[in-house]
């Protein structure tokens, strides 16, 4: 069974703070060229080292390995979610960390809040076609022509209308 190893790549100068952490079963130098070729950010500083974290690691377990060196880095990464991850896998993964990520972005008004909300203010900008497209949307599941305050009211053209009745 093949075997790899995680590693992070970093630039000595002064101006980059970031890394990057990553896995392979290759060859480091085959690896740090393939950065290079893609034009990776860290290459901007200049020239960026490896180092090597962990080694001999069951090819199976790298992603999780690296996904672990990524946690204990958050902050300072190039890299922000580890690759076969998915950004469910990754709320499942820090579940509790996610939940109080969320609280922290809503404060209600009596809590001190400003009241001002990215969702809420969305929908107060576009409440009429959000309004609008909801009623054709329920029309088409029941199957019949929205009541007569909504044809007033939203103003549906024929085309709209013509698949209902």
Same mark, same amino acid.
């Given at each position: ?27 480091? =130098? &085959?690896?740090?060229? *393939?950065? #290079?070729? $893609?034009? +990776? ?6 020239? @960026?080292?490896? !180092? ?28 922000? =979610? &580890?690759?076969?991850? *998915?950004? #469910?896998? $990754?709320? +499942? ?6 939940? @109080?990520?969320? !609280? ?62």
């Amino acid at each position: 069974m093949p075997t790899g190893c995680v590693y992070e790549m970093f630039s000595d100068n002064a101006k980059c703070d970031k890394t990057y952490i990553g896995s392979t079963t290759g060859s480091l =130098r &085959a690896r740090l060229a *393939s950065h #290079k070729y $893609a034009r +990776h950010p860290i290459f901007t500083f200049g020239d @960026a080292d490896v !180092r090597v974290l962990e080694k001999d690691i069951p090819a199976g377990e790298l992603h999780q390995r690296k996904s672990a060196y990524m946690r204990e880095k958050r902050d300072g990464l190039f890299n922000s =979610r &580890a690759a076969g991850r *998915s950004q #469910k896998h $990754a709320c +499942h993964e820090n579940v509790d960390e996610s939940q @109080a990520y969320s !609280r922290a972005q809503y404060t209600p008004k009596r809590d001190g809040g400003d009241g001002n909300y990215r969702q809420l203010n969305y929908y107060k900008q576009h409440a009429k076609r959000i309004l609008r497209k909801t009623c054709l949307k329920n029309a088409r599941a029941r199957g019949t022509l929205p009541s007569k305050r909504s044809l007033d009211k939203y103003q549906f053209t024929l085309d709209e209308l013509r698949d209902l009745a």
